[in-house]
């Protein structure tokens, strides 16, 4: 996936409103770098004064190696998969305030495991339109957490199969717009086409969308559930 720079400095800004600067965090770079997540952390990092670290990858395996890193490393703010957090316990991770899920649905019953004492922020997007678009801070309120708002810059378009806007409630196809829809695949001209579509709602020349080929609704408040993948 091409990503632009101009894509980047826009993630770069509104991920602040996920994620506020605030004094003393250290933040683990625990997403391999092939893992579009890892730019989230360093970016949250180095661009708001918070402390990096950098550990090798031996001692980020999930279960005690990753724990003994977080205690010794006095690791306040992480980014895990659902899969990785189901595999850990959460007395291990005590220094830990800030969670970010990543990656993959999270369920009701990690959110209420992990909450105690921590802030746990539900991330979605796809590589596609840079990192990811959409933040909820989670609550353990026994529902499956929704994938929350657009961070700003993002256009969430939840469409039936005619391209045509649904209401909140029904299920659709997300389309994503904005600053973060990047260039396309590299050397995949047929899949870009196929995948970035011209904008429905535009008036701006060549602008396009993103086809995510996620199932998903809004709720009446404005949020976004993520339902599944449209193609299983």
């Known amino acids: 996936v091409m990503v632009e720079h101009a894509g980047l400095v826009d993630f770069d800004l509104a991920h602040r409103e996920a994620m506020p600067p605030r004094p003393g965090r250290r933040v683990l770079q625990n997403a391999s770098v092939s893992f579009d997540v890892s730019t989230w952390e360093w970016m949250m990092a180095l661009t708001t004064g918070a402390t990096l ?36 316990d959460p007395a291990d991770l005590p220094t830990v305030t800030e969670l970010t899920s990543v990656g993959e649905a999270i369920s009701a019953d990690l959110v209420r495991a992990w909450s ?68 396309g695949y590299q050397n995949r001209p047929d899949l870009t086409a ?28 404005g949020r976004l559930h993520y339902l599944g993948r449209a193609d299983h």
């Open 53 to 88: 670290v950098v550990a090798p990858r031996e001692r980020l395996r999930p279960g005690p190696p990753l724990a003994d890193t977080v205690r010794r490393e006095r690791i306040t703010t992480l980014s895990a998969t659902p899969s990785v957090l189901a595999a850990m």
């Open 194 to 221: 196929d995948r970035y579509v011209p904008h429905p709602f535009s008036p701006v020349p060549g602008a396009r969308v993103y086809r995510t080929g996620d199932r998903v609704r809004f709720d009446r408040t």
């Open 116 to 183: 105690p004492g921590r802030r746990i922020v539900n991330a979605y997007g796809p590589t596609e339109i840079t990192v990811f678009c959409t933040t909820e801070v989670c609550v353990p309120d026994g529902g499956v957490p929704p994938v929350g708002r657009a961070l700003p810059g993002t256009e969430l378009y939840v469409l039936d199969a005619g391209l045509r806007p649904v209401p909140p409630g029904v299920v659709g196809e997300l389309y994503l717009g904005g600053t973060g829809v990047t260039r």
